[in-house]
Nanobody, 115 residues
């Protein structure tokens, strides 16, 4: 059973930065996409950013220019660099890895941005 372990969340003031990491507990074969989602209280889970094996990226409009997604294919790890954080970025952030065979989710890490 593959587990995704997230780290890097926490409390930060508006304008600050955080870097999230997500590592798979073992190698995943045929990964297609790695991504980050978030869910704020009372809201649906939404895509924040995703990256393919060829390093093509997609970002939610609300984070473009502030967040950067990257990956280490050899280590099955995905990162999310979050700069210029805003209070509206407060949410639980989840990583997701999609392979040809299955989808895997992390347990979530809380990000809180104070004004």
């Amino acid at each position: 059973q593959v587990q995704l372990v997230e780290s890097g969340g926490g409390l930060v003031q508006a304008g600050g930065s955080l870097r999230l990491s997500c590592a798979a507990s073992r190698s995943i074969v045929s990964i297609r996409t790695m991504g980050w989602y978030r869910q704020a209280p009372g809201k649906e889970r939404e895509l924040v950013a995703a990256i393919t094996t060829s390093s093509s990226t997609v970002y939610a409009d609300s984070v473009k220019g502030r967040f950067t997604i990257s990956r280490d294919n050899a280590k099955n790890t995905v990162f999310l660099q979050m700069d210029s954080l805003k209070p509206e970025d407060t949410a639980v952030y989840y990583c997701k890895i999609e392979s040809v065979w299955a989808h895997y989710w992390g347990q979530g890490t809380q990000v809180t941005v104070s004004s």
